[in-house]
């Protein structure tokens, strides 16, 4: 996002948008509901380097989501924070794109926010294309790749000592 830890939330809004090319105008208009949609208001006057990571991510989200940009990209941007706020995300960027038009790139490993989120997939190996197309296949090629990648090790015939074999009983 280019937050700058010695800013305030309030403060890196506003240069976020200044780099987005808005007019302190626009941001003017907008900033109530960012901060809103942030659920940072508390803290909104506070420098980000204080905030928790789970707050720091609810600001770089509003903000990302409500400027202008024909573009949204989105990676792993709901790994941090509660689920209440993970969905209000996932609604946002649903209406980012079929309301606003806009194009949302969302990368991700989570496989059910994918299944909510998106109309179609690109699945990557080492920044190559394997798969384009519907989301359910996407899955199936992605989740079949990492059972191939998947290691397991047995650790059944490994001696323990007598006090470590009472301990796992």
Known sequence: TGFHPELTGRENIYLNGAILGMKRKEVD?????I??????????DTPVKRYSSGMFVKLAFSVA?????????MDEVLAVGDMAFQKKCLTKMRSAAKQDGRT????????????????????????????????????SVYMKHNEELRVSYDYSD???????????Q
């Open 29 to 33: 208009e907008r900033i109530e509901e």
């Open 35 to 44: 901060i809103d949609f942030s659920e940072c208001r508390q803290f909104i």
């Open 65 to 73: 989501a409500h400027l202008d940009s024909e573009i949204m990209i």
């Open 104 to 139: 949302v790139l969302y990368v991700s490993h989570n496989m059910n926010t994918i299944r909510q989120l998106c109309d179609r997939c690109i699945v990557l190996d080492k920044g190559k294309v394997v798969f384009e197309g519907d989301v359910e296949a996407a899955i």
């Open 158 to 168: 490994v001696p323990r000592s007598v006090n470590e074999t009472r301990r796992l």
